[in-house]
């Protein structure tokens, strides 16, 4: 089985431009989280959806938002990039909301110039 | 509102010794801890997890973590390491009833030396 797949791997943007970053969950899982993993530091937590509605936000701004489709992939925007947008940004698939186990993907590596 | 301290940014080791990666956190409510490695330009891989029950957790590659309650940590051990075990681990704290948000510690890197 293909674990949780994250698309593209890297990607080089503009500041002010918007970005779209792609998750396919683990099949059966239904609880899909983003986070940003800024060099040198831990992971930060910026949402979780499951069942296609937002059940948590991180202290991110407005500029982020996410959706998640019926086939439980999901997608993370970023509008008005800033440099300090520049990170690896993760996913977590999840078989459901109170699951204790999330299995994370490879990853999109932004790069804001 | 729970954080995560990991007490060491860099452990360097030498091949076969035995480490020890610290991990304090703090919460007002009742926690799951976890342990994740990250190889290089990878994601996360989950090494153990306390849930509930025995406070010693035994996970992948011969890890292990013990739980104490009332010093609020959560520390990984290993008895000999191997120059593949050289990584970022990253220690997290999930809050029961919060759905599985993780809130992760700043990583250590583990150096393993021959």
């Known amino acids: 089985d293909a674990g949780v797949t994250q698309s593209p791997t890297h990607l080089i943007k503009t500041r002010g431009q918007q970005v779209t970053l792609r998750c396919s969950p683990i099949?059966?899982?239904?609880?899909v989280s983003w986070y940003q993993q800024v060099l040198g530091q831990g992971p930060q937590f910026i949402f979780q959806?499951?069942?296609?509605?937002?059940?948590g936000r991180g202290n991110f701004p407005d500029r982020f938002s996410a959706r998640q489709f019926p086939n439980y992939s999901s997608e993370l925007n970023v509008n008005a990039l800033l440099l300090g947008d520049s990170a690896l940004y993760l996913c977590?698939?999840?078989?459901?909301?109170?699951?204790?186990?999330?299995?994370f993907g490879q990853g999109t590596r932004l790069t804001v110039v | 509102a729970q954080s995560v301290t990991q007490l060491d940014s860099q452990v360097p080791v030498f091949e076969e010794a035995p480490v020890e990666l610290r991990c304090n956190y703090s919460s007002s409510v009742s926690v799951y801890l976890f342990w994740y490695v990250q190889y290089p330009n990878q994601g996360l891989q989950l090494l153990l997890k306390?849930?509930?029950?025995?406070?010693l957790v035994k996970g992948i590659n011969g890890f292990e973590a013990e739980f104490n309650k009332s010093q609020t940590s959560f520390h990984l051990r290993k008895p000999s390491v191997h120059i593949s075990d050289t990584a970022e681990y990253f220690c997290a704290v999930s809050g029961v009833e919060q759905g599985g948000k993780l809130i992760f510690g700043q990583g250590t890197e583990l150096s393993v030396k021959p």
């Open positions: 959806y499951y069942e296609k509605e937002e059940r």
């Open positions: 306390y849930l509930s029950g025995s406070t």
């Open positions: 099949s059966g899982h239904k609880s």
């Open positions: 977590a698939s999840s078989l459901n909301l109170g699951s204790t186990e999330a299995f």
